[in-house]
Protein backbone atom coordinates (compact mmCIF):
# COMPACT_ATOMS: atom_id res chain seq x y z
CA UNK A 1 0.00 0.00 0.00
CA UNK A 2 1.45 3.57 -0.59
CA UNK A 3 1.81 6.06 1.61
CA UNK A 4 2.02 9.98 1.27
CA UNK A 5 4.45 12.49 3.31
CA UNK A 6 3.44 16.11 4.01
CA UNK A 7 6.74 18.15 5.06
CA UNK A 8 6.68 21.58 6.33
CA UNK A 9 9.56 23.40 6.43
CA UNK A 10 10.30 27.38 7.36
CA UNK A 11 13.07 28.74 6.22
CA UNK A 12 15.93 31.03 7.99
CA UNK A 13 16.20 34.31 5.97
CA UNK A 14 18.47 34.13 2.79
CA UNK A 15 18.19 30.64 2.54
CA UNK A 16 15.40 30.55 -0.31
CA UNK A 17 17.48 29.81 -3.62
CA UNK A 18 19.64 27.17 -1.91
CA UNK A 19 16.90 25.47 -0.52
CA UNK A 20 15.28 25.60 -4.03
CA UNK A 21 18.64 24.34 -5.58
CA UNK A 22 19.14 21.65 -3.16
CA UNK A 23 15.75 20.54 -2.92
CA UNK A 24 15.22 20.39 -6.73
CA UNK A 25 18.14 18.31 -6.97
CA UNK A 26 17.10 15.18 -4.66
CA UNK A 27 13.76 15.61 -6.42
CA UNK A 28 14.77 15.01 -10.03
CA UNK A 29 16.76 11.63 -8.71
CA UNK A 30 13.89 10.41 -6.24
CA UNK A 31 11.64 10.49 -9.40
CA UNK A 32 14.22 7.59 -11.03
CA UNK A 33 13.54 5.29 -7.61
CA UNK A 34 11.28 2.12 -8.39
CA UNK A 35 9.22 3.04 -5.17
CA UNK A 36 8.39 6.43 -6.49
CA UNK A 37 4.85 7.57 -7.38
CA UNK A 38 4.96 11.23 -7.16
CA UNK A 39 5.86 14.53 -5.64
CA UNK A 40 4.89 18.26 -5.39
CA UNK A 41 6.25 21.15 -3.52
CA UNK A 42 4.05 23.99 -2.35
CA UNK A 43 4.53 27.78 -1.45
CA UNK A 44 2.72 29.21 1.14
CA UNK A 45 1.08 32.36 -0.91
CA UNK A 46 0.90 34.32 2.57
CA UNK A 47 4.93 33.57 3.44
CA UNK A 48 7.41 32.87 1.18
CA UNK A 49 9.49 31.45 3.31
CA UNK A 50 7.10 28.39 4.05
CA UNK A 51 6.92 25.07 1.95
CA UNK A 52 5.15 22.10 1.43
CA UNK A 53 6.45 19.06 0.01
CA UNK A 54 3.55 16.36 -0.69
CA UNK A 55 5.29 13.20 -1.54
CA UNK A 56 4.10 9.51 -2.10
CA UNK A 57 5.69 6.30 -2.18
CA UNK A 58 4.79 2.91 -2.90
CA UNK A 59 6.02 1.77 0.56
CA UNK A 60 6.84 3.12 3.64
CA UNK A 61 9.42 0.61 4.65
CA UNK A 62 11.77 1.49 1.90
CA UNK A 63 11.59 4.75 2.40
CA UNK A 64 12.65 4.48 6.09
CA UNK A 65 14.93 1.65 5.36
CA UNK A 66 16.42 2.71 1.94
CA UNK A 67 15.11 6.12 0.56
CA UNK A 68 16.31 8.34 2.86
CA UNK A 69 20.00 6.77 3.04
CA UNK A 70 20.99 7.51 -0.55
CA UNK A 71 23.76 9.39 -1.38
CA UNK A 72 21.57 11.95 -3.28
CA UNK A 73 19.92 12.89 -0.11
CA UNK A 74 23.40 13.93 1.81
CA UNK A 75 24.14 17.38 0.50
CA UNK A 76 20.51 17.85 1.54
CA UNK A 77 20.60 16.45 4.80
CA UNK A 78 23.80 18.05 5.99
CA UNK A 79 22.36 21.44 4.85
CA UNK A 80 18.81 21.78 6.91
CA UNK A 81 20.14 22.92 10.31
CA UNK A 82 21.57 26.14 8.43
CA UNK A 83 18.64 25.95 5.33
CA UNK A 84 15.48 26.12 8.48
CA UNK A 85 14.16 28.19 10.96
CA UNK A 86 13.19 25.18 13.12
CA UNK A 87 12.51 21.60 12.79
CA UNK A 88 10.55 20.20 9.41
CA UNK A 89 7.12 18.58 10.45
CA UNK A 90 6.31 15.49 8.93
CA UNK A 91 3.19 13.65 8.77
CA UNK A 92 2.61 10.67 7.14
CA UNK A 93 -0.96 9.46 5.46
CA UNK A 94 -2.17 6.19 4.03
CA UNK A 95 -4.62 5.90 1.63
CA UNK A 96 -8.24 4.40 2.14
CA UNK A 97 -10.85 3.25 0.08
CA UNK A 98 -13.73 4.75 0.61
Known amino acids: M ?17 F ?3 LTEVMEA ?6 YRGATLH ?11 HDIWAD ?10 RPY ?3 WHEALPDLLQGER ?4 WRPIDA
Do not use: C, K, W
Open 2 to 18: SVAYTITFTLRRGQRER
Open 20 to 22: LRL
Open 30 to 35: MRHEAT
Open 43 to 53: EDPGDPARFLL
Open 60 to 69: HEDVVNVQIH
Open 73 to 75: RQA
Open 89 to 92: RIEI
